[in-house]
């Protein structure tokens, strides 16, 4: 079987052809993200629940609110391998996480009952630091009290 197709044109009807212009490629769009790493603290495991959750609640200038990783900053370093308190480790952890800022609590006892939390927001593609905030609290119900006030030290533009 043969089809034959024909068109007719008039006379007087002028022919269009359709001309794709070629678009522009889409840049791609840097992903800004801020991941907050839960606390740990098997000593203070109210004032690491209290942390994180005051970490959930964050949000950066530049980096808006915080993505909460399921994991904590020592499980990243140990999956990564680099487990210094450093730069250049923060820097891997942020990267594996594809990250731009990482939000992260630290909590270290010290004399007796007093406990010293750092909170620090850390810039990955600076490389350091943008902020740390710190402060020794004389009690875990201390500390559980006044964590969302250091963190939004931290947070602060």
Do not use: W
Request: include cysteine.
């Amino acid at each position: 079987m043969v089809v034959t197709m024909s068109a007719c044109t008039h006379a007087g009807a002028p022919t269009t052809t359709a001309v794709a212009t070629p678009r522009a490629p889409a840049r791609p769009t840097k992903l800004v993200k801020l991941v907050a790493l839960p606390a740990e603290s098997e000593a203070f495991p109210r004032v690491a629940r209290a942390a994180t959750d005051s970490l959930s609640r964050a949000q950066v200038s530049g980096l808006g609110v915080a993505h909460v990783s399921k994991v904590s900053l020592e499980v990243v370093q140990l999956s990564i391998e680099c487990v210094d308190p450093s730069a250049a480790c923060y820097q891997a952890v942020g990267r594996s996480l594809t990250a731009n800022g990482l939000l992260f609590a630290q909590i270290a006892a010290i004399k007796r009952r007093q406990l010293k939390i750092t909170v620090t927001l850390f810039d990955v593609d600076a490389k350091a630091p943008r902020t740390k905030a710190e402060k020794v609290f004389a009690s875990e119900d201390e500390a559980t009290a006044g964590i969302a006030d250091l963190v939004a030290e931290a947070t602060r533009p």
